[in-house]
């Protein structure tokens, strides 16, 4: 219910504020006589009023239609985002679990081996990591993959080798931060009385590490899953753009420059979605982890 | 009897206050001081730039195009034959405006709307709420492209930009601090002395929120500057004309292979200020939370 | 000599930064088979980290068991492996702590909580080990155990959470149970059902207990031998009667005169004892409790620490009651 009211409220945001951008969609470099303009607006139904035009907007979003494309030969930007959401996906969700692969056990590492050269170089890690853009990132990984080395491609789509500089620079941030989270909650966790009766009641330590911290530790690791995978979401935008991989973020920032509001708006749409998506899953899973929370 | 063992005890552990303790525990923390030490230099290099540089950051040399590395452009020269240091350090300018201003922005913002919803509560606390809920599902990165689009081009407008989709953070925070404050004792007297509502929120409960305050702008400041960067490159920030990290990034990105050094520098700058930035931030947030202290 | 447990001069030091904390200084006591003794004094005197040291619980670091012996059926436990250590925790040593909120962990359930233990020491198989749960809690007074075996900490109340504990403590047959304040944290009418809880089914598994509390009510009660402990040191022992009629030592005089005493006809005034507890890391010179002490004379600067027999079986580290001045009037 509530993502449905995030959507709303999302989609009637940025809807206002596209109409609020000074200039209309056909306002190119070549200047389009009066006339054309009355006919395009007419066409598109630009020239209802406004509540009409959201109105009608919705209702298209409600039967999956995003509405056309005003420079894409009247394609359907369902249809577009289509193209793109495939090589989104496959980025952020390669990304996630590189991040999660890399974040967990290194926070772990850290944390069960606190004070020593482990920690330190697992915190080193994490805080280089987790402050460095993920752009800035993939250039540096660039400079030397394939300007140097010639290992690898600066960009484009269709082999795996492709992928591994994106999802790597992408995953870096996430893996970091979820590295530093995991550490402090083990540490948390492991100063709990609960650990100590279980200490108490002659539990070996790898069952206590296992069934008694592991799982209170990893609460805290799901619900920053949401704001990563956002966070991912987010970035695979500037990344696409860097590695020139065909994907939604890219597609958005064609859209704004060629001002094709169509594209623009059902972009927003989808990944608002996605993070109200990837919210609501991570707030059923906090759910199951945590019997102390129930929804009804 | 119990005043001999106050005496003793103050001999022996120095009393120090909230920000003096903190400071000397910042002080201790390599990492926050050599963060401070280098976001201070940089800070000092941008301002001083426009005297001591013997380039001006636009001047183009035709004879002197993409050189590398030497005793006259210590960092080469860009496509244009402008030297890389004076544009990365007028670049830093760009930088630290940008997350100064939104910052300021944010806390104009941010503060008051934050304070007043964390003190009145009721509804108005609940509608700051939602529209915080709404925002958060907001990939703000599209937000400021799509306000940079309404507002126009200029620099002052991308503070603006930034700043109207950040200050959501500041003001839950201060909300949440003003609620967990108004539990606390020294409050609740206040209160019930007669202390008014506008007399808490100012005299007590901010200042009592400014630790966490500090430690917030100290990571948002970084966030902000690598936005202006992310946008810029993407060609959506900054004028072109104007010297910046990420419109260097941009430039050099076409001569990658070519000069790779004209993109490794300001790539490198940005990692080197946020990563500062970082630190600081870190040893601040250690050093005034209240829970490390003995 | 037969003890269950003895433990000889355990000293136990934490390292903070402000410097070493000497919680536990020299203590020595032993509990015989089937006896209950208690461990009594205020917060920070040591008595919860004398309890951890025997079970070797203590953080390390910031806390160190310095030196000492802590000798369990005549074998000390402090030079036992991790692995053997492990054997006798639960099994032969248990212990129930004082904040059953959060001493039970919350996403696991209680009936995997408490057969856990039974699977490590007595190798039940899952299903034996649910039966006997349900057994358990039975027997510490929890009603329809078969459904609240399947049930999360936090269904139960306070006083239900300290019958778990005590569940869990039992469910092994210990010789020795350690009970850490169990009862600060529930409402008065629990307290007494719980420890009279813990009494009857110590005496009927014929375990010992160690009692460590700071309410000399539950001393006079449930303990045969008492030790007061003040700064990390012991000040006074003996048995419950001698401490309790005659103490000998200003610090045990001060606690006394500072619980209201329901066996006593007159209303006698209440008096706290003031001033702050001591300061760990920089003790004081010559006796500890100096600072505090309506009593205090010259010697009591130079006096070092130790415990001297006034009586059969009654210690004090009073210089002056062992110099056989006395302190209280029985009234």
Redesign the interface.
Known sequence: M?LV???L??SF??FS??H???GGPWDRDKQLSPQVIKNLNQKYGLDKPFMEQYARYMWGVLQGDLGVSYTRQDRGVTEILMEGLPKTATLGVLAFFLAMLIGIPLGMAAALRQNTAIDYASVLFS??F????A???G??L??LF???LHWLP?GGWGQISNLIMPSFALAALPAAYTARITRASILEVS???????????????Q?ILL??IL??AL?PVLTITG?EL?AL??GS??IE??FSIPGVGRL??QG??QRDYGL?MG??LF??FV??IV?LVVDILYAA????IRYD | MSTTTAEAETKTRPHHTLWGDAFIRLRRNK?AVSGAIIILIIAVAAIIVPWVSPYAYDKQDMSAILEGPSRDHPLGTDILGRDVMTRLIYGARTSLAVGLFTQFIVLIIGIPIGAFAGSLGGRADNLLMRFV??M???????LI???R??L?GSIYMLFLAIGLVAWVGVARLIRGQILSLKQRDFVVAARAAGASNLYRTTRLLIPNALGPIIVSVTFNV?RAI?ME??LS????GVDPTIPSWGTM?RDG?DI??AS?YV??FP??A??IL??S???LG?GLRDALDPRLRK | MNNLLEVRNLTTHFHTQDGVVQAVNDVSFYVDVGETIALVGESGCGKTVSALSI?R?I?EPPGKIKSGQILFHGADLLKLS??EM??????RI??I?Q?PL???????TIGLQLS??LE??RNMSSQEARDESIRLLEAVGIPRAERRVKE?P?NFSGGMRQRV?IA?AISCHPNLIVADEPTTAVDVTVQAQLLALIKDISKRLNTSLILITHNLGIVARYAQRVYVMYGGRIVEHGSAKDVFHTPAHPYTIGLLSSVPRLDEPRKIRLSPITGQPPDLIFPEEGCAFRPRCNFIEGQCAQQAHSLVEISPGHFTACSLTQNGKVLWKKT
Do not use: C
Request: net charge positive; hydrophobic share 60%.
């Open positions: 509530w009211v995030v959507l409220v999302v945001l940025t504020l596209m609020l951008v000074p805080t280089i987790a402050s460095i853009p752009f800035v990132l250039i540096l660039m400079i394939s300007v140097y600066t100063r709990q009385d609960y650990v100590r009766t279980a200490r108490a009641k002659g539990i070996p330590q069952v069934r008694h799982r209170n609460i704001p956002a979401v987010t935008f500037i753009n860097l958005f920032v704004v420059f623009i972009s927003i990944y608002a993070i109200a919210n982890v945590d019997p102390r | 990492l809920d709404v958060y599902a907001f990939p703000d990165i599209l492209i799509l306000l689009s309404i126009g970084p690598f960067a992310a490159y993407i060609g959506i990034v990105f990658l292979f790779p993109i490794l790539a490198v940005i990692a946020m990563l930035f970082t630190f870190d | 079970l619980l953080q991790n692995s492990q054997k006798i925790r639960g099994a248990s212990m702590f904040e959060t001493s039970l962990n919350p996403v696991l856990e233990a490590f020491h999360y936090h504990m869990m």
